[in-house]
Every structure is written in structure tokens, then in C-alpha cells.
């Protein structure tokens, strides 16, 4: 079984696959064909990331890199014959509202594509929020996408452009109803590298739609993390780990920014939802 590690920078942490056909050990070193697990396993290597709370800069990814080869590194420079297939692969990036999951998409968009390789954006066009053809950042980075309301209908959309997309980034990954058996198919038999960025948890920090169902079927994920809000006006600065809402609504789906949710530390998240609570259940019971 590979190894798994868990790389902490700053406040972000990215669990990853570091494995190496060296390192196999078990059964799975009897049947996987090495040669094709060592090119596999470099794929996810070498990636780091900063948090939203660290200011605008993301560290480097090297996970363009070996696709910067074209993914063809057992073929000798200038042959004729036949190049092997891409190999697919699925990256995860989860964290709570304003922890730079968006910033950190577009950031993989602009490296693999600086590598040669065709990407499709696509988000949720039940995300409205800044524009309805874009993929917006909370601080206005922006990129056309699809926006679709499930990625049967992107691909759809795409038409005969879809077969040439070489990486899919999906942004609001929670909403899509069908991402589980999209990203599979995609990744397993299109050979298609799949870029998510969504929320694992919602405003109960309970799941939110299939993406933590992808986590077994991840080359890497990535938890990002934001700046707690009422630390910050202590004067405090605190890692954000969940999205307190702020409205009295009780829907898991209600789509806003700043003026329906907030990042908070666990003490704020618990002292809080407590609070907000309170006229929840008192209005209810009018
Ligand atoms: N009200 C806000 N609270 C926290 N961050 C904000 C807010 N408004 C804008 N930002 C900025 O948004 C950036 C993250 O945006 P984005 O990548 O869209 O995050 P995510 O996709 O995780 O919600 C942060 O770096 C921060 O500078
Ligand atoms: C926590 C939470 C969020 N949402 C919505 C709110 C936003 O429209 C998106 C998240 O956007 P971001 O890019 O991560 O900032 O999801 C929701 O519907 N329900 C929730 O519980």
C-alpha cells in the first residue's frame, strides 16, 4: 500500500499520496504494473499551498510539471511512435467560505494551461453571485467558465470541444448533483485530470453534496483555510475552519458572500451557532 502523508504549510494542509513503486509493499505491489504507478504517483508530487490568510501568494505547484512533458516521459525525444495516453487523475481543494479555494482553482487553471494543456472552467450556475458567466473570486479574480446547472449538461454544452479539454475545473463543486459519477468517468476512462474546489462542509458543518465522496477516489486534497472574522476584530488572527451563517435561514443551500456567512475559528463557530440557535427556535416556535 502507498504511504500517505500530510503536509502542513501554514494554515493549510494538503493530504497527498507520496508513494513510490519503490516503496510498494502487499498485495498491490503483485498486480499493479510498476512502471505505470511510478509515473502515476509523480503526478501529485511536490504540491504545496499557502492559505487564504497568508495574503494572495500561493506557493508553486509542481503538479503541472510532469503534464508540462505532456505526460509522454517514456517515449524518447523526437520518436515517431505512438504517445501513451494522459493519465487521469482527480485534485480536491475544500476549506470553508473565503479560505481562497477559488483563487487557488484559477491559480492550477493558469499553471496547466501555461504547460499546453486545454482546460475547461466550469461552476454551478446556481452561483449568481458576482457574474453569471464567470468564475469570480470574493477579491475579483476572474475567468469565463460554463456555468451549468449539473456537469452532464457542461459536457453537453461543450459539445465536440469536450474531447479535447484535457483538464475540467469545477468551482462550487458541492452544488453539482451528478459529481461523484462525472469525475469518475472523467478521470478513470477519459483519462481527464479533474480540478475541484467546493465546500466540504456546510453552515452545520455537515456534508455538503457529493464531494467528500470523492475523497477515495483523490490523487490529492488540499484543506484550505481561511481568517477567523471575530478574532480579526480583536485584533487576533486565527485560522477559519468552518462558515458560520449569519441570516437566520435553515436551508443547506442559500447562496451569498459576506453578507449571509462569515469564517470562524471552532470557539466562534460553537459560541455562535449556539447564539444564532436561539432566535431560530424561538421564531420557529411562533
Ligand atoms: N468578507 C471577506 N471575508 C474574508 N475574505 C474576503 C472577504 N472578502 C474578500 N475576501 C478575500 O477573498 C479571498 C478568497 O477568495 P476566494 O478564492 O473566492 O475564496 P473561496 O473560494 O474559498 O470562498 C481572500 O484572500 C480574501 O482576501
Ligand atoms: C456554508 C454554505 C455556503 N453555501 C453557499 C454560499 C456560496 O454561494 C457558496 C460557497 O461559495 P465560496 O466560493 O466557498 O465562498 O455556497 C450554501 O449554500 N450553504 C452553506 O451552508
Not at 169 to 179: G, K, N, R, S
Request: proline content about 4%.
Amino acid at each position: 500500500m502507498a504511504p500517505m502523508s500530510l503536509c502542513m504549510t501554514g494554515g493549510t494542509s494538503t493530504l497527498r499520496l507520496c508513494g513510490s513503486a519503490g516503496r510498494l509493499s502487499g498485495s498491490a505491489a503483485h498486480w499493479l504494473p510498476l512502471r505505470r504507478l511510478a509515473l502515476s504517483t509523480w503526478y501529485g508530487a511536490g504540491m504545496k499551498s499557502v492559505s487564504a490568510t497568508q495574503g494572495r501568494t500561493i506557493a508553486s505547484s509542481a503538479a503541472a510539471e510532469p503534464l508540462a512533458r505532456g505526460g509522454n516521459e517514456g517515449a524518447p525525444a523526437g520518436s515517431e511512435q505512438q504517445q501513451p495516453q494522459q493519465h487521469g487523475a482527480i485534485e480536491i481543494v475544500v476549506g470553508p467560505m473565503f479560505a481562497g479555494k477559488t483563487t487557488e482553482l484559477l491559480r492550477r487553471v493558469a499553471s496547466y494551461e501555461a504547460a499546453g494543456l486545454r482546460v475547461a472552467v466550469v461552476k454551478s450556475n446556481k452561483d449568481d453571485r458576482y457574474c453569471a458567466a464567470n468564475v469570480v473570486t470574493h477579491d475579483g479574480l476572474r475567468r469565463p467558465c460554463f456555468a451549468s446547472p449539473s456537469l452532464a449538461a457542461f459536457k453537453e454544452a461543450a459539445g465536440a470541444a469536450y474531447s479535447g479539454f484535457q483538464v475540467i475545473a469545477v468551482d462550487e463543486a458541492q452544488f453539482f448533483p451528478d459529481l461523484q459519477e462525472f469525475c469518475t468517468h472523467a478521470a478513470d476512462h477519459e483519462h481527464k485530470r479533474v480540478v475541484l474546489a467546493g465546500l466540504d462542509g456546510d453552515f452545520q458543518r455537515q456534508r455538503f453534496g457529493q464531494v467528500l465522496d470523492l475523497l477515495p477516489l483523490a490523487d490529492s486534497v488540499t484543506k484550505l483555510s481561511a481568517r477567523c472574522k471575530f478574532c480579526a476584530q480583536e485584533e487576533r488572527h486565527v485560522a477559519a475552519v468552518f462558515s458560520l451563517r449569519i441570516t437566520a435561514d435553515s436551508r443547506q443551500e442559500v447562496v451569498g458572500g459576506a453578507d449571509v456567512y462569515a469564517p470562524v475559528c471552532r470557539r466562534h463557530y460553537v459560541q455562535l451557532s449556539q447564539v444564532r440557535e436561539v432566535p431560530l427556535s424561538s421564531s420557529d416556535e411562533a
